[in-house]
């Protein structure tokens, strides 16, 4: 069973840029499925960014040409740069992981991952 402790979150202005960070343990992090999830303040969890095991990625329309999603086997971390951030970014942030999965497949839908961390608050004024 994989533990997920993410970090990076804060507070920017409009613009600015943030890199969250969600590092895996307990696991064979190769063997993973990771994405990124946010919820805002009365609103469902939403699918933000995703990357395969073999590192194929996938990116909400939303957040296309701003985030990117990337791993780093090396360090058991898979990262999400985002860039020129927008109020309608404030949320909590949640990486996931799920290990029961082809090595190419995206997985788009949070009820496909079995992992969950506690969430990186990003706020972004503007």
């Known amino acids: 069973q994989v533990q997920l402790v993410e970090s990076g979150g804060g507070l920017v202005q409009a613009g600015d840029s943030l890199r969250l960070s969600c590092a895996a343990s307990?696991?064979?992090?190769?063997?993973?499925?990771m994405g990124w999830f946010r919820q805002a303040p009365g609103k469902e969890r939403e699918f933000v960014a995703a990357?395969?095991?073999?590192?194929?990625?996938d990116n909400a329309d939303s957040v296309k040409g701003r985030f990117t999603i990337f791993r780093d086997k090396a360090k058991n971390t898979v990262y999400l740069q985002m860039n020129s951030l927008k109020p309608e970014d404030t949320a909590v942030y949640y990486c996931?992981?799920?290990?029961?999965?082809?090595?190419?497949?995206?997985?788009?839908?949070?009820?496909?991952?079995?992992?969950w961390g506690q969430g990186t608050q990003v706020t972004v004024s503007s």
């Open positions: 996931a992981a799920t290990a029961t999965v082809g090595y190419y497949y995206i997985l788009r839908a949070s009820r496909e991952y079995a992992y």
């Open positions: 307990g696991g064979t992090f190769s063997d993973y499925a």
């Open positions: 990357v395969s095991r073999s590192g194929g990625t």
